[in-house]
């Protein structure tokens, strides 16, 4: 044994300790868990958890080191099903659509499966994976992701497990470029490059991400890279990128009134119109006269028919019960209600800042979206992905300890029915509100 690999084993001991034993739960995480048994998820959460707060507290100036096992991790999922999730049944079904030019937006899979099963491999199992809301539903991904569902399943053809890598590839890859970029970003902005291990080594991020392929990953790469393309000043092509991010996922539509106030109004205003274009022309090989239709309607359902680990919509749900609201009815009043509230907070946090730099539009963008949050009425885990990310940037650290209180939503899975726990629910939402309410002390304190 070399005296350099002795000296780093002498010095690194304990964060390789930690690092194996965040392998071993990963391991039994990615093969070893049924998302029923909620106490033995929860125990590997939040042992994951504090393992990665413990690795980055002892090697956060140690780059490759971090960097290395966040790969590593990564990697332990790459030869498994999902198993927190369904949606990349409906994934692979949409891009075996689109490898064979049929149109996703215009067609349901009951529709389908019905005269067109043949031209899908393994159509019967990927119609029963996806589970009958999906079935019955157009699909509601933009046509960036749905590229990347038509490359998926070109190149695993027949094999779904084929496709499954492709696919943690893509998501795994993107990551590694939210690394790369969100350090660039960190230090053009003045702030710890060592922040972003915060995200990179989080375990929500992990095992959603690459775990379960959920594509939140890919818009953020585009959306951090438009970022930082934005703090070295080339506007044009920033605006160009925030187009790819839009069209994985349209979470980022909600921030652009508030380039304004960065921007400007004349550059605001082409920035639209670069994105706006770019969207246009992403869309464009879909569009029909149906495809609008069909595609808000399915929208629409994400405000007024479903419900998963809402906060402030649980809570006025159980005061509107009270006075005899009917469940059914009352979330599509509170559905109608909601964009019209997100839209005033947005439109606040265009014109309340004094502030123009960066930082400040990051401020603003995390603030927005945890609104947002706060009112939605679903909120999967893997949504508070982009908030951590945003927070980051800023000097709150709220939405990491929600990255690890949300993992309580997961005990709705254990059960038949997908009943939620009232208690497990107040108590997520207890402590994201309190350390949200300390730190917003402790940041007026100082000023």
């Not at 998302?35 to 413990?54: E, H, I, M, S």
Request: proline share 4%; hydrophobic share 50%.
């Amino acid at each position: 044994m070399s005296k350099t690999l002795k000296t780093f084993l002498k010095l690194h001991k304990v964060s390789l300790l930690l690092a194996v034993l965040s392998l071993i739960f990963y391991y039994t995480f990615a093969y070893h868990l049924h998302r029923t048994d909620f106490p033995k998820l929860l125990g590997l959460f939040v042992a994951l958890f504090f393992l990665c707060f413990k690795l980055i507290q002892f090697e956060k100036w140690n780059l490759k080191f971090l960097l290395v096992a966040g790969i590593i991790f990564r990697l332990v999922f790459i030869c498994t099903e999902p198993n927190l999730s369904q949606d990349y049944y409906r994934f692979i079904w949409d891009g075996h659509l689109i490898a064979n030019a049929i149109n996703p937006y215009l067609h349901t899979p009951n529709e389908l499966i019905k005269n067109m099963a043949d031209i899908i491999p393994n159509a019967n199992q990927l119609y029963e994976g996806m589970g009958s809301l999906s079935a019955k539903h157009y699909s509601n991904y933009p046509p960036l992701n749905q590229l990347i569902f038509g490359i998926a399943a070109l190149i695993g053809g027949k094999s779904i497990f084929g496709s499954l890598v492709v696919m943690r590839i893509t998501i795994i890859l993107a990551d590694l470029g939210i690394f790369y970029f969100g350090r660039k970003l960190l230090k053009n902005l003045n702030k710890s490059p060592h922040l972003i291990f915060w995200y990179f080594l989080n375990p929500l991020v992990i095992i959603e991400l690459t775990g379960n392929l959920h594509f939140e990953g890919v818009m953020l790469f585009f959306f951090i890279f438009s970022l930082f393309l934005l703090s070295i000043s080339k506007w044009t092509w920033a605006a160009a990128i925030m187009a790819c991010s839009i069209s994985i996922k349209l979470v980022p539509l909600l921030f652009l009134p508030l380039f304004i106030r960065y921007l400007g109004w004349k550059k605001s205003l082409l920035s639209y119109g670069v994105i706006g274009v770019t969207v246009l022309l992403l869309f464009l090989p879909f569009y029909t006269p149906e495809f609008i239709g069909n595609y808000t309607k399915t929208l629409s359902l994400w405000f007024s028919n479903f419900e998963f680990n809402g906060s402030i919509y649980n809570i006025v749900k159980r005061i509107a019960i009270q006075f005899d609201a009917k469940p059914w009815e009352f979330i599509k009043v509170y559905g109608k209600i909601t964009p019209i509230a997100t839209i005033l907070a947005v439109l606040l946090f265009t014109i309340l800042p004094k502030r123009k730099d960066l930082n400040q539009l990051l401020a603003s963008m995390m603030w927005v979206l945890t609104i947002y949050y706060f009112m939605s009425t679903t909120l999967h885990p893997w949504y508070c992905i982009f908030l951590v990310l945003l927070a980051i940037f800023t000097t709150y650290r709220y939405a990491i300890i929600w990255s690890v209180a949300i993992i309580l939503s997961y005990y709705a899975y254990s059960q038949a029915d997908f009943k939620e726990n009232f208690w497990l629910l107040t108590l997520e939402y207890i402590s994201v509100y309190s350390f949200l309410i300390y730190e917003i002390v402790v940041h007026n304190n100082k000023k």
